[in-house]
């Protein structure tokens, strides 16, 4: 079986790009969604982790308050709050790709990332150097 979530919102903050014990990249951003409720906003914080070429694009290029559309594969994730100590959930984004999206929904001028599924994989595994433009 095969899951995959879109989502289209605004970065939490600048991208941080670290690298593994054997070199390979890994950025890590957040990104805010956004629905109503009943005439209430809801905002929901998705944590995108990019691995490789995208994490080398998304390190560099991901600011905050940017537009942006994530495609990847999803996971909940509990965990106590550190100061409350109450219980906390998490949704973690694995990316295939992020486009950089304008404020009306329209593509900038800005590099865009797409890596194939074996490239998403954490460091060990072969990987496929190609990155659409």
């Known amino acids: 079986m095969y899951q995959q979530i879109t989502i289209i919102g605004h970065a939490g ?3 941080e790009m670290r690298y593994t014990p054997d070199g390979t990249p890994v950025t890590s951003f957040t990104v ?3 629905r109503k409720v009943k ?3 809801r905002t929901t914080w998705h944590r995108v ?3 490789r070429k995208l994490a080398e694009i998304t390190g560099e290029h991901v600011k905050r308050g940017d537009r942006v559309l994530v495609t990847g594969t999803v996971e909940a994730r509990a965990f106590a709050d550190g100061r409350s100590g109450e219980p906390r959930a998490s949704l973690e984004i ?3 790709t992020v486009r ?3 404020g009306n929904g329209d593509e900038r001028s800005r590099p865009t990332g797409a890596t194939p599924h074996a490239d ?3 460091a ?3 990987q496929v150097d190609e990155l659409a433009f």
């Open 13 to 15: 903050a600048d991208a």
């Open 32 to 34: 805010a969604t956004n």
């Open 39 to 41: 005439d209430q906003d």
């Open 49 to 51: 982790t990019c691995w």
């Open 94 to 96: 694995t990316a295939d």
């Open 100 to 102: 950089f999206l304008g």
């Open 120 to 122: 998403r994989q954490p």
């Open 124 to 126: 060990g595994l072969d």
